[in-house]
């Protein structure tokens, strides 16, 4: 069981967010406020609309807020310079997305090890620290296989481990089970669970799904672009009612 501490890794404050349209502006995120400590497990979950995917960018440093504060580690995102901003997607944070976005030419192991190209790392470390994750998600017999060469669900894994190949604090995990069937979802939600409950790793998820949100052990609900609910899990995982 990870130790939380009384630091927030994510804080984030009276944010709002609206796009310009040729009708005008359209708000997404209307006074969104929460915080996510260190080895906490987090799901976000919301209708088609609800604000979820918009808050996911604003959360990876994808997109900025039009207002409100958003803290990251204690450090004003709005205050970076593209560098920093860069230096926080590659180092600070790691994204999993529905799809796997693997290199279709490149072993897993290259696959894995790319995030470490951008930071310099010479290649025998690279393929060390590669097959350091593609061990932690049991794929360490696979290093050399191309992605077409395994399922589905093991794809997603080794995106996974190149989620975690620069060790962030912080795994963002957008519709990770979107395109697997409901065995290999189960599969993968028991990784997550096993990352954030053996390393520490803090786990903010964002899902439709209330069986995949069911896995974590806290719950933040966004509808029309609020939070209508932010505590424990339910206990019942198919009606997803607060707890």
């Given at each position: 069981?990870a130790?939380?501490t009384?630091q927030?890794?994510?804080?984030?404050?009276?944010?709002?967010?609206?796009?310009?349209?040729?009708?005008?502006?359209?708000p997404?995120?209307?006074?969104?406020?929460?915080t996510?400590?260190?080895?906490?497990?987090?799901?976000?979950?919301?209708?088609?609309g609800?604000?979820?995917?918009?808050?996911?960018?604003?959360l990876?440093?994808?997109?900025?807020?039009?207002?409100?504060?958003?803290?990251?580690?204690?450090?004003?995102?709005?205050?970076?310079?593209?560098?920093?901003?860069?230096?926080?997607?590659?180092?600070?944070?790691?994204?999993v997305f529905?799809?796997?976005?693997l290199?279709?030419?490149?072993?897993?192991?290259?696959?894995?090890?790319?995030?470490?190209?951008?930071?310099?790392?010479?290649?025998?470390?690279?393929?060390?620290?590669?097959?350091?994750?593609l061990?932690?998600?049991?794929l360490?017999?696979?290093?050399?296989?191309?992605?077409?060469?395994?399922?589905?669900?093991?794809?997603?894994?080794?995106?996974?481990a190149?989620?975690?190949?620069?060790?962030p604090r912080?795994?963002?995990?957008?519709e990770?089970?979107?395109?697997?069937?409901t065995?290999?979802s189960q599969?993968?939600?028991?990784l997550?669970?096993?990352?954030?409950?053996?390393?520490?790793?803090?786990?903010?998820?964002?899902?439709?799904?209330?069986?995949?949100?069911?896995?974590?052990?806290?719950?933040?609900?966004?509808?029309?672009?609020?939070?209508i609910?932010?505590g424990?899990?339910?206990?019942?995982?198919?009606?997803?009612?607060?707890?």
């Amino acid at each position: 069981m990870a130790i939380l501490t009384t630091q927030p890794v994510i804080r984030i404050a009276h944010l709002f967010k609206e796009y310009l349209t040729d009708a005008g502006a359209v708000p997404v995120l209307k006074d969104v406020s929460f915080t996510v400590m260190p080895g906490e497990f987090v799901a976000i979950m919301g209708a088609s609309g609800s604000g979820k995917s918009t808050l996911m960018n604003i959360l990876g440093c994808l997109d900025v807020p039009t207002s409100g504060t958003y803290l990251l580690n204690d450090s004003d995102v709005s205050a970076q310079n593209p560098d920093q901003l860069a230096h926080l997607r590659n180092e600070v944070i790691g994204f999993v997305f529905q799809g796997f976005n693997l290199l279709p030419r490149a072993n897993l192991a290259d696959n894995v090890a790319l995030p470490l190209i951008y930071r310099g790392i010479n290649r025998t470390e690279r393929l060390a620290r590669a097959s350091e994750m593609l061990e932690k998600v049991g794929l360490s017999a696979h290093l050399n296989y191309r992605p077409n060469q395994i399922s589905g669900g093991q794809q997603q894994r080794v995106a996974i481990a190149r989620a975690l190949v620069n060790r962030p604090r912080l795994l963002l995990a957008d519709e990770p089970t979107g395109n697997l069937d409901t065995h290999t979802s189960q599969e993968i939600m028991a990784l997550f669970s096993e990352l954030n409950r053996r390393e520490g790793i803090t786990i903010v998820l964002i899902t439709h799904e209330p069986d995949i949100a069911a896995c974590a052990n806290r719950l933040v609900r966004l509808a029309d672009g609020i939070v209508i609910y932010d505590g424990a899990m339910a206990l019942s995982s198919s009606s997803m009612e607060p707890a």
